[in-house]
């Protein structure tokens, strides 16, 4: 059963996922250890020519990049996006945040130090909106995960 | 698998050619910039539909018979549909004797919650439905937005533009049907859903 959930979630991890707007790579697996922070990088990149909002867009219409993980052994600590690109735009009177080009998603997790030895992984959803100068595509959450071996 | 994943990464890479394309021709409809409206005899019928609009009330497509219907789908999310929010409010006020109906077909997943503040801020005039995805199926997937139809007096696609395109190239569309006279007195048939 333990080959077959790492199995699983190395056929998951290993694979970048594509939509029409970006490319997500998920973290490296990690090897970690109780009592230890770990940091979870996602890969995002988004297609040339389109942006996705950033986390605090500026605008409270506007859809926020949200990147949300399940509750696991590890505990969330933190998830740090990098600063936004400021864009002006015809529709609103002050520029928008957004995020293009090739970018990194950090998340930070602590292991408890009566985390459970073994294999493991965390689930996790990407939300994201994105548009070029004329078009905008509708929002999309994908599924990301972490995958770890607590030793 | 690798083979999966390239097959997956070249459907992608296939997928992202649609709004490149779309990019590389002016970011404009599925008709190119400053090109006339269809002729007549290639216009089909608009689907039919019946949808709710802000205060409740049922609108149908039938409910415009004779009229030069701009059907627009937008969201509060989507920035280029605002930028043409102005615009079309200009036509309903200047246009609507000659006989043009806006009709915007809002697609936010969060309704009216979000959208009714919205059209109240911007001072929209016109009537908003609240579209979901068998209507966005209905005309094709509508797959992203702002994707506008524009329909003339008997019920048919005259144009479809997908994304933000001037206001003159709709205003001209829209003058254009405005002048046509229907194709016969008999009532307007729109294609059944």
């Not at chain 2, 999966?4 to 779309?22: D, G, Q, V």
């Not at chain 2, 969201?75 to 036509?91: L, S």
């Not at chain 2, 979901?132 to 479809?160: K, Q, W």
Request: proline letters at 8%.
């Amino acid at each position: 059963m333990r080959a077959l959930l790492l199995l699983s979630s190395l056929a998951v991890s290993a694979c970048a996922q594509s939509t029409p707007l970006l490319t997500i790579t998920p973290p490296a697996r990690a090897a970690v250890k109780r009592g230890q922070t770990v940091t979870a990088k996602v890969g995002v990149r988004v297609t040339p020519g389109f942006h996705v909002n950033s986390n605090a867009p500026l605008d409270e219409y506007l859809i926020p990049l949200r990147l949300t993980w399940q509750p696991a052994p590890l505990e969330l600590k933190s998830v740090e996006f990098p600063p936004a690109k400021h864009e002006k735009s015809d529709f609103s009177p002050k520029p928008i945040a957004v995020f293009d080009g090739v970018f990194e998603i950090t998340s930070k997790f602590t292991v408890p130090s009566n985390a459970p030895i073994g294999a493991g992984f965390i689930p996790g959803k990407l939300r994201y909106q994105g548009c070029n100068a004329t078009t905008c595509f509708p929002p999309k959450t994908i599924d990301v995960r972490f995958s770890y071996d607590l030793q | 698998m690798a083979r999966y994943t390239e097959n997956m990464l070249a459907r992608s890479r296939a997928l992202l050619l649609i709004p490149l394309l779309a990019a590389l021709v002016g970011c404009v409809g599925t008709t190119k910039a400053g090109s006339p409206v269809k002729p007549e005899s290639q216009r089909k019928k608009a689907p039919e539909f019946s949808l709710k609009d802000s205060n409740g009330q049922v609108v149908k497509l039938s409910d415009f018979k004779g009229k030069v219907v701009l059907l627009n789908f937008w969201a509060t999310w989507c920035g280029p549909c605002k930028v043409e929010i102005p615009w079309f409010i200009d036509f309903e006020t200047r246009l609507k004797d000659q006989g043009l109906v806006v009709l915007g077909v809002a697609m936010d997943d969060e309704g009216w919650e979000v959208v009714k503040p919205y059209i109240t801020s911007k001072k929209v005039n016109y009537r908003v439905v609240m579209g979901d995805d068998s209507m966005a199926n209905l005309y094709g997937g509508v797959e992203s937005l702002p994707t506008t139809f524009v329909l003339d007096r008997d019920g048919r696609i005259a144009r479809t533009h997908v994304g933000l395109v001037s206001k003159s190239e709709y205003e001209n569309d829209i003058q254009e049907l405005l002048r046509q006279k229907r194709a016969s007195a008999a009532p307007v048939e729109f294609a059944g859903r």
